[in-house]
């Protein structure tokens, strides 16, 4: 059973659209869901919710430590409330999935996500679950650290805002432990968006209408 959700990014309002701030996207998301409201809490370095359910506590952090010293914030609150690794979900940007794809997972490395690293040498284990949100690849390793420090373009921005959506439908598949159901609704591809009804139905557009009071050109002659 999951008793921490922990969402990744970094602190100030000039980050807020970027990114590398897909894991905070997604904890506010949650806290949205169950009415659940982030304060402050020094102790804990970082932004905490405390929601109560008939299995335990539930927690919601999103660390304000800047992403490379997520892990002083996350071993705080789970050493305090003994919390185990494999009862933390960290929610974070993902690099290697295009934008509206998700990876939910148990352990492995940290792929080079300053996030990860740090939460690994705090907790002292990389046991934990991460559920992934693709952001996509600049393309060139050089670009990487401008890349998700930038705000994505508009439909980017939409397919990871819907791939948040879609996973908070299964939080209680994640909370409950229920990690099979939970991953093939997650892994599942994206549904692709609707097309109008002309082009599903192969119609020619129809012609375009002269304004109101404009008398249509005549053809001209061969």
């Keep these: 059973m ?3 959700l922990v969402g990744l990014g970094n602190p100030g309002p000039e980050y807020e659209g970027t990114r590398h701030n897909a894991g905070f996207w997604w904890v506010d998301a949650v806290a949205a869901r169950l009415g659940a409201r982030l304060s402050a809490e ?4 970082g ?3 405390r929601v109560n359910r008939p299995e335990g506590p539930l927690w919601l952090l999103e660390p304000q430590t800047y992403m490379n010293l997520s892990g002083k914030s996350v071993a705080a609150l789970a050493r305090f409330f ?3 690794p494999a009862e933390i979900l960290v929610v974070h940007d993902e690099l290697d999935l295009p934008p509206g794809q998700l990876k939910l997972k148990l352990g492995g490395g940290h792929a080079g996500h300053n996030g990860l690293r740090d939460i690994h040498a705090q907790l002292g284990s990389p046991d934990y679950w991460r559920l992934r949100l693709g952001i996509g690849h600049p393309g060139v390793k050089a670009e990487v650290a401008d890349y998700v420090l930038r705000k994505p373009p508009s439909s980017e921005r939409e397919a990871i805002v819907a791939a948040v959506e879609r996973s908070v439908r299964e939080l209680d598949a994640l909370l409950a ?9 997650l892994h599942a591809p994206p549904p692709r968006p609707a097309q109008p009804k002309a082009a599903r139905e192969g119609a020619a557009p129809a012609p375009a209408q002269a304004p109101a009071g404009v008398k249509p050109a005549e053809p001209s002659s061969p």
């Design 177 to 185: 432990g229920d990690m099979a159901r939970a991953t093939r609704a």
């Design 47 to 49: 932004l905490v919710a």
């Design 42 to 45: 020094r102790a804990y370095h």
């Design 82 to 84: 003994k919390i185990d």
């Design 2 to 4: 999951i008793r921490l």
